[in-house]
C-alpha cells in the first residue's frame, strides 16, 4: 500500500528543474556544461536591492509579517499597477507570496474541484497543467504552432470554452516560447470572454519587462470590465534577476484574494521578511539597469536565432519576450546520433545534447508541444557562441 497520496501522484516534476539539476552535477564533476535550461537571468540581482536587504536586516526586520505581504510592500505593487499597467488599485487588493508559482498554486487550489477544467494554451510552463492536475481538475490543453506565433485565438478560445471552463491561463510574454500577446490580440479574447462570465482569467506576466521591440499589455489594463474575474499575477524573480528572493505578487477579486490568504496561512504563511523589504526597492527604486538588460538579451537572442536557423534541420522563430527561444527539431527525427542515439523524439534530441556535446536544454514534450526544444540563452554570448558550436557539431555527425 503506498502513502503518497492520489492528489500528488496525479502530478510529474518538473522537466526543466530535473534537466538542470542533471546539469548542474555533471558541472560540479567538472564537465564543461553549458547550461542553457535554466529559467533565471544570468544578471546579479542590482546592488541597491541588496543594499535594501542588508538595511532590512540591520534593522531587526526579521520576524512574522502579515500573510500576504508587508504594508509597505503592498503599497509599492499598487504603485506598480499604476504607474506601469494603468491599474488603479489600493494597496489592500494587493498579495505576496513565496515566489509567483506559490501564487498560481494559491488561485488555483483555492478555486478547483473534480470536474472543473482551465484551458491552458500549448506550448506551456510546465507547472500549469500539473497544479490543474493536482486539484482534480483537468487542464485542458490547446495547441498552437509556430505559424501561430505560439499564441491562441479568438476562434481557438470560443471552441474551447464548455460550462466547465473556469480558468484561462495566459503567459505573455510566454515561457517556453517568447510569445506576446498583441493588445489587438487580448482585445480579441476578451470579447470571446465576455460571453462566458464564469471563466476567469490568469494573467502571468513575469517576464513584463523582458520585451523587445513590442509593447507589453495586461488583460485587466484592455479590458476593465473582465478584472473583477482577472488575477494579475507578477513578481521580482525575471525583471530583477531574483530568483532566489522569492518573492510573486498580484491583484485580483476580493473573494479570491480572500481564499488565497485563507490558503497561504495554513501552509506556507508570510514570504521570507527580509526578501520583502529588496522588492519594495526593487519596484520603487530607479529601474534604468533594465535598459542595458534587455539590451543584452536583444544581441544574445539575434545571435542565437542566427545560428540556429543556419543548422539544417533546425528551424527558428525570433521570440519578442522573455529569454528563450524555442526550435522546431523536427528535421532531426529519425537520424542516428555520432553516440549511436536514435532520434524518435524531441526528449531524445535534448538528451542527446545533454550526453553527446554537454549542452542543457528543454525537450518541447515537457512544454506540449512537440517536436521543439527549449534553449535558454540567459547566459553569456561567449557560452551562446560555443553552444550554436556544438549544436552544429552535434547535427552534422548525424546520420
Known amino acids: 500500500m503506498t502513502m503518497i497520496s492520489d492528489a500528488l501522484e496525479r502530478v510529474k516534476p518538473s522537466a526543466s528543474m530535473n534537466i538542470s539539476a542533471i546539469a548542474l552535477e555533471k558541472r560540479a564533476a567538472g564537465v564543461d556544461i553549458i547550461p542553457m535550461s ?7 540581482t542590482p546592488d541597491q536591492i541588496k543594499v535594501a536587504a542588508k538595511r532590512a536586516l540591520d534593522a531587526g526586520k526579521t520576524k512574522y509579517t502579515a500573510v500576504d505581504g508587508i504594508p509597505e510592500l503592498k503599497a509599492a505593487i499598487a504603485a506598480k499597477f499604476a504607474r506601469e499597467n494603468g491599474l488603479n488599485v489600493e494597496p489592500s487588493a494587493c498579495f505576496v507570496a513565496t515566489g509567483g508559482k506559490q501564487i498560481i498554486f494559491n488561485a488555483l487550489v483555492a478555486t478547483l474541484n473534480p470536474g472543473d477544467e482551465a484551458l ?6 510546465v507547472s500549469y497543467p500539473e497544479m490543474v492536475n493536482l486539484t482534480g481538475a483537468t487542464p485542458v490543453i490547446m495547441q498552437t504552432s509556430a505559424a501561430s506565433g505560439f499564441k491562441i485565438t479568438a476562434d481557438e478560445l470560443a471552441k474551447a470554452i464548455t460550462p466547465r471552463t473556469k480558468w484561462l491561463l495566459i503567459n505573455s510574454p510566454g515561457n517556453p516560447s517568447g510569445a506576446v500577446y498583441s493588445k489587438e490580440e487580448l482585445e480579441a479574447l476578451a470579447l ?7 471563466v476567469h482569467i490568469l494573467m502571468d506576466d513575469i517576464y513584463e519587462h523582458l520585451t523587445y521591440g513590442t509593447k507589453f499589455y495586461t488583460m485587466a489594463q484592455i479590458a476593465p470590465d473582465l478584472a473583477s474575474r482577472t488575477l494579475t499575477m507578477n513578481g521580482v524573480s525575471k525583471a530583477y534577476s531574483m530568483t532566489g528572493w522569492r518573492i510573486g505578487y498580484c491583484t485580483g477579486p476580493d473573494w479570491l484574494l480572500k481564499a488565497m490568504r485563507k490558503l497561504q496561512g495554513q501552509s506556507t504563511s508570510n514570504p521570507c521578511s527580509i526578501a520583502q523589504w529588496a522588492a519594495v526597492e526593487a519596484l520603487n527604486g530607479d529601474q534604468t539597469f533594465l535598459d542595458g538588460w534587455r539590451a543584452a538579451f536583444v544581441e544574445r537572442r539575434d545571435y542565437l536565432v542566427s545560428r ?12 519578442d519576450g522573455a529569454f528563450y527561444v524555442y526550435p522546431s527539431c523536427a528535421g532531426l527525427l529519425g537520424k542516428t546520433t555520432k553516440g549511436g542515439r536514435k532520434l524518435v523524439t524531441d526528449e531524445d534530441v535534448a538528451l542527446a545534447l545533454l550526453d553527446e556535446v554537454d549542452v542543457a536544454t528543454v525537450h518541447g514534450g515537457a512544454y506540449g508541444l512537440s517536436p521543439h526544444f527549449r534553449v535558454s540563452y540567459a547566459v553569456s554570448l561567449e557560452d551562446i557562441a560555443r553552444a550554436c558550436d556544438r549544436f552544429e557539431a552535434f547535427v552534422g555527425d548525424l546520420k
Request: with cysteine; net charge negative; charged share 20%.
Open 120 to 125: 491552458v494554451p500549448a506550448p506551456y510552463w
Open 38 to 44: 535554466a529559467g533565471e537571468p544570468d544578471f546579479d
Open 192 to 198: 470571446v470572454l465576455r460571453a462566458h462570465p464564469q
Open 308 to 319: 540556429l536557423n543556419q543548422i539544417e534541420g533546425l528551424d527558428c522563430l525570433t521570440p
